[in-house]
């Protein structure tokens, strides 16, 4: 089910391709790569594969591993490898022992808004549980452009809510819940070169359950000039939307919507305003 939902969005995003240009080329470029895809990397079992909207830029995990016994994706094989293709080039960044990634598939974004699309992971030390990473393609190697340090235990995780401009400064901030499972905290941070700095944070938010491959339990929107984060709140028994400006995180809307989080946030109500879905904010 999950798979074949996959490469149904897959298949529609060929379509798009092919139907938006006068030019059929990304089409066989697209597919091209998906295939070599397929043929020279062992994928984890999701065969996720994000891909940008221009079909120019794709990233993968692959390096199957059960070195971190965490499970709570749905399984216990986490990556070891993190794949990205730019312009039909691939590049490959190998995890040392301690590290894996506890992550469905990469979320691409260009966050430092120089024009090309930076790569956010979640990144886990095994001793230390889970960190967010930031990398960018410098010289044709992955390097790190920013990363939050790990929460500090074992099997501690967290997951995106967002990766936006959402106080409309300018600057992209990235958004997140820590440890979903056993009382979630909703941080907001900016991004800056090397480090994610975390600025406000509000405790009795979750958006992942145990054994889910679904991270796709927030949205972003617009109303207005005004972007709201919409997240469940611990008990899934309504869905709370947060503005964040002058620093603050604020409540500002609250649906009381009983939330499946087996399926995506958005699909589960009708938000007001522009719901907003740049590249891979979630992931689903
Ligand atoms: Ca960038
Ligand atoms: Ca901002």
């Known amino acids: ?164 401009d959402l106080d409309m400064d300018g600057q992209v901030e990235i958004s997140w819940i820590e440890t979903p499972h056993i009382g979630g905290v909703l941080k907001v941070a900016k991004i800056e070169e090397n480090e994610l700095i975390v600025i406000d944070q509000i405790s009795g938010y979750s958006n992942h359950d145990i054994g889910e491959r679904n991270l796709c339990l927030s949205v972003v929107t617009k109303l207005g000039d005004n972007p709201m984060i919409f997240v469940p709140n611990q008990s899934r028994s309504k869905i709370v939307g947060f503005t964040f400006i002058d620093e603050k995180l604020k409540q500002a809307s609250e649906k009381l919507v009983q939330v499946d989080f087996a399926q995506v946030l958005r699909e589960q109500y009708e938000f007001e305003g522009l719901v907003v879905e740049k590249e891979d904010n979630c992931i689903f």
């Not at 490469?7 to 379509?15: V, Y």
């Not at 798009?16 to 091209?32: N, R």
């Open 1 to 164: 089910m999950y798979k074949s939902s996959y490469w149904l969005l897959l298949l529609m995003s060929l379509t798009l391709l092919g139907c938006s240009g006068d030019d059929p080329e990304p089409i066989l470029s697209v597919q091209s790569i998906i295939s070599q895809i397929k043929n020279n990397y062992t994928l984890m079992p999701e065969e996720a594969i994000s891909m940008s909207r221009d079909g120019k830029v794709f990233a993968f995990y692959t390096e199957p591993t059960d070195r971190y016994a965490h499970g709570v994706l749905g399984d216990k094989i986490e990556a070891g490898q993190l794949v990205v293709v730019k312009d039909g080039i691939f590049h490959e960044l190998t995890l040392t022992d301690n590290y894996v990634f506890e992550d469905i598939r990469p979320r691409l974004y260009d966050v430092d808004q120089d024009g090309a699309l930076e790569f956010v992971v979640l990144r886990t030390e095994i001793s230390r549980g889970a960190g967010i990473v930031i990398y960018k393609l410098v010289d044709n190697q992955i390097v790190v452009y920013s990363e939050l340090a790990e929460i500090g235990r074992a099997n501690r995780w967290l997951n995106i809510v967002a990766i936006y």
